[in-house]
């Protein structure tokens, strides 16, 4: 069993940055890929960012391609987002999950999620 908890989240301005974390325990961090989704009021989760177990690969969605990085540190059993030059609609809780394929956009494949962050950005 996998727990991950996300921070990280705040309020800001368009344009600016805010990086995200999910730090995890309970199991083998090192073996999952990992993923970043995000969900806004009314909408479905949405894919964000995958990264592959041992970092050599990742795939972000067309939305954030350019302006959010994945990354992940095993020693920590922590992945990152970093967002970049923040937009409106990019507003939503944010959510880490581990799961065994990658890569993965399908959110019902990850095996475990984080409780999520929220992120508002201003115009």
């Known amino acids: 069993q996998v727990q991950l908890v996300e921070s990280g989240g705040g309020l800001m301005q368009t344009g600016g940055s805010l990086r995200l974390s999910c730090a995890a325990s309970g199991g083998t961090f090192s073996s999952y890929a990992m993923g970043w989704f995000r969900q806004a009021p009314g909408k479905e989760r949405e894919f964000v960012a995958t990264i592959s177990w041992d970092s050599v690969n990742t795939y972000h969605a067309d939305s954030v391609k350019g302006r959010f990085t994945i990354s992940r540190d095993n020693a920590k059993n922590t992945v990152y987002l970093q967002m970049n030059s923040l937009k409106p609609e990019d507003t939503a809780v944010y959510y880490c999950?581990?799961?065994?394929?990658?890569?993965?956009?399908?959110?019902?494949?990850?095996?475990?999620w984080g409780q999520g962050t929220q992120v508002t950005v201003s115009s």
């Open positions: 999950a581990a799961g065994t394929t990658y890569p993965e956009e399908r959110p019902f494949v990850y095996n475990y």
